[in-house]
């Protein structure tokens, strides 16, 4: 049950000072004698010592210290359902308009994935949560790999793929200690993540994600913008004082090319939405009418963007594309 695939064994370095792993009963061990538990054949990946970013961090190593797979939910989810963690996150994991969706799903809302074909290539998420994006990218022919520092969101991604019939590996880590060895992944992407972080988290993220990405390989974040409609009203309810906890981190343009200029190579952004952080056209038919249009109106401007990229100084939501050049 908790012996990992030797392949995914291979995949894997420790945390910290990256030096490779190997299995020992429940634990996967470095040379240096760091120890992270497998839990139910996921390993639990984080730096305990380490301020979390996100509290489920914080509950998923307490899982791992205490050992006890048994306290932890069982789910059986029957063919059609829809699995019971998603059902309750869809709020959180999706945004604001998903909110009404809470407990009533009937599909798995997978959105489309802005990216060309994968042919194989390989695929990191960070934060992938149940893994809508790593659907996605495999519907797309990309070899994906998601990470999350929730036991319990990696464990309903595992269990969704294969409800769906998905290839996909996830393990419990964090985009600030990636357990994988340098240029190991094509692609990099994350989505409605690093907005939560501290400033100073995302620019460990991004070196991590620098590293880990091939030469030539390309990091996609969505990001949002300080200058955006809906944004701005935002920072305006809370008088624009500094983001406390898990609240949005709003960045300018400006700073964005320059820090996954400096950390990974040469970037540009381009406009994922406007007003919201954000719904997805592929999600029109789960939102209810006062909602669609507003989706509609942002996938016109998004369009129109391509074209006049004026338009991007006032959207809500960005892609950030960072290539790494050697
Ligand atoms: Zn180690």
Redesign the pocket.
């Known amino acids: 049950m908790n012996s990992l695939a030797p392949e995914l064994l291979e995949l894997l370095?420790?945390?910290?000072?990256?030096?490779p792993?190997s299995q020992e009963n429940d634990f996967l061990v470095?040379?240096?004698?760091?120890r992270y538990r497998v839990i139910e054949g996921i390993p639990i990946l984080l730096v305990s010592e380490a301020r979390q970013t996100h509290i489920e961090g914080g509950r998923s190593l307490q899982v791992a210290e205490d050992g006890d797979a048994a306290q932890l939910p069982q789910f059986v989810v029957g063919p059609g359902e829809i699995d019971p963690f998603v059902a309750n996150a869809i709020g959180a994991t999706n945004g604001s308009l998903y909110q009404h969706l809470v407990g009533k799903l009937k599909e798995y809302p997978i959105p489309h994935l802005r990216l060309a074909r994968g042919s194989g290539a390989s695929f990191l998420e960070i934060g992938c949560n149940w893994g809508r994006w790593c659907i996605a990218a495999a519907r797309l022919g990309y070899q994906p790999v998601g990470i999350d520092p929730s036991l319990k969101a990696i464990r309903a991604a595992r269990r969704v793929a294969q409800q769906l019939g998905i290839r996909a590996v996830y393990l419990v880590a964090d985009g600030r200690y990636l357990p994988f060895p340098d240029t190991a992944f094509d692609q990099v992407f994350s989505y409605s993540v690093l907005q939560h972080l501290y400033k100073n988290d995302v620019r460990s993220v991004l070196t991590e994600i620098c590293r880990v990405l091939h030469p030539g390989g390309e990091a996609r974040v969505q990001m949002p913008n300080v200058f955006g409609v809906r944004c701005l009203y935002h920072q305006i309810r809370r008088g624009f004082r500094d983001a406390s906890d898990f609240e949005v981190r709003y960045w300018t343009m400006n700073e964005l090319l320059a820090t996954f200029g400096e950390l990974i190579g040469p970037a540009q952004v381009s406009v994922d939405g406007y007003f919201s952080l954000n719904a997805q056209i592929s999600d029109v038919r789960f939102l209810p009418r006062r909602y669609r249009a507003l989706v509609y109106a942002s996938e016109g401007l998004r369009r129109l963007s391509e074209s006049l990229h004026a338009l991007v100084y006032v959207a809500d939501s960005l892609y950030v594309t960072a290539s790494r050049q050697n």
């Not at 370095?13 to 030096?19: A, L």
């Not at 470095?30 to 760091?34: D, G, I, T, V």
């Open positions: 370095v420790c945390p910290r000072e990256k030096q792993l470095c040379p240096q004698k760091h």
